[in-house]
Structures are given as C-alpha cells and as structure tokens.
C-alpha cells in the first residue's frame, strides 16, 4: 500500500501544453504539499492545503494551480508549460499543518520539449 | 528568513569507514530540524528529528545526529557506512508559529559510498 502516491511519475511535453499531476495519500492526514525540486536538486515548496484549504502558496506563476476535492488529494495543473517547468515535482502529506514530518511520494518527473 | 546551510555538496567515503554530512542553520530562535534522505529515483524519507529535550537524536539505519545551539549546527553522523546509504541527504529546519510556517530545505549532500 503506497502511503503517498502521484500520477503519472513521467511526464513529457511541448512547450505551450497544459498538464496536470494527481497525488492522493491514504494516511489520513490533514496536510497535503507540492515541492519542486530542481536539476540541482533544490528542493522547494510550492503550496500547501489543510483540510482542502491553502495555506501556502509560495511565489509560483499563476500558471500552477493547485486544486483539493478532498483532504486525501491535492492536484496541480500546469498551463502554459515552459522549458523552465521541467522539474521533479513531489507530494507530501502531513498529520498536521505545523510539522516537518512530511511523508514524500515518488515524484512525477516532468520535462518541457 | 530561516534558511539552511549544507556545506558539503559530495561526500565519498569508504566502505565501513565513519561520516559526518554539515548542516547549519542561520536562527537565534528555536527551530525545529530534520534529516531526509533521498534514494535514486524515489521520494524523501525521513531520517531523523530535534524537537526538543536531548541535543542528541538517533534515526533510522543507524543514523544520528546532534543538535548544537551555540554553533547552530545539526551535523549528521554514521559511524560505519554500507553501500546502501549511497544516497542525497536533506537537512531542512521548521520554523514554528513565530515565523513562517514550512519546511525549508538545504541543497543537499550526496553521500557516495565506494567499496
């Protein structure tokens, strides 16, 4: 049983393309994130949802949206894509809003052609 | 802003040999700080944490680390290293309600284990 889990872990496509990753966690916790990690590896927050409210949102194109149906999901949709957006995007959930133990899903690795 | 230091952008150790991976932090208030550790091609997982209490904490696969106020510092350590922990490590710190409220990663270690 995969605790976090992201859909699809491989992503390519053309500059211009719109996009979208689907996380779901099955650990029943109250706090859900998408963190960006670059090709040096920097790993950086991008939003964050508690109870399917956002309580995070770092400086992101608004080309990002992130979407909660539910506590269990968090999504993120990408227009416009950029060769800039080619990244590994992570999600990761946590009991509570004000923790930093995060459970990490797998990644979705996406590259802009 | 609270931001996190790793001075070491590789580490290559020997086989069964001790490790130490930096970590700094810039903060005079408390903070809570983490170790994560990436495998190839999979997610973050977490190592270890301070909260609070004993300065020094162990983690998971015989990791641990010691909390250090006055030189605000989080080293990692492991004293006999196998060629499973090849691998990156993340020290991150979280500042709690009075400042801003996530988890604010280093640039990570890659630990590289030769046998």
């Known amino acids: 049983d995969t605790a976090v889990s992201q859909t699809p872990k491989y992503l390519v496509t053309q500059m211009g393309n719109d996009k979208s990753i689907k996380c779901e966690q099955n650990?029943?916790?109250?706090?859900m994130y998408w963190y960006k990690q670059d090709s040096k590896k920097f790993l950086k927050i991008m939003f964050s949802y508690n109870n399917k409210e956002l309580i995070i949102n770092e400086t992101v194109p608004n080309r990002f949206s992130p979407k909660s149906p539910d506590k269990a999901h968090l999504n993120l949709h990408i227009n416009s894509l950029e060769l800039g957006d080619s990244a590994v995007y992570f999600c990761?959930?946590?009991?509570?809003?004000?923790?930093?133990?995060?459970?990490f899903g797998e990644g979705s690795r996406l590259t802009v052609l | 802003a609270q931001s996190v230091t790793q001075l070491d952008s590789q580490v290559p150790v020997f086989e069964e040999a001790p490790v130490e991976l930096r970590c700094n932090y810039s903060s005079s208030v408390s903070v809570y700080l983490f170790w994560y550790v990436q495998y190839p091609n999979q997610g973050l997982q977490l190592l270890l944490k301070?909260?609070?209490?004993?300065?020094l904490v162990k983690g998971i696969n015989g990791f641990e680390a010691e909390f250090n106020k006055s030189q605000t510092s989080f080293h990692l350590r492991k004293p006999s290293v196998h060629i499973s922990d090849t691998a990156e490590y993340f020290c991150?710190?979280?500042?709690?309600?009075?400042?801003?409220?996530?988890?604010?990663f280093g640039q990570g270690t890659r630990l590289t284990i030769n046998p």
């Open positions: 990761a959930s946590s009991q509570a809003a004000y923790t930093g133990e995060l459970f």
């Open positions: 991150a710190a979280y500042r709690g309600i009075q400042g801003a409220q996530k988890l604010v």
């Open positions: 650990l029943g916790h109250d706090t």
């Open positions: 301070y909260l609070s209490g004993s300065t």
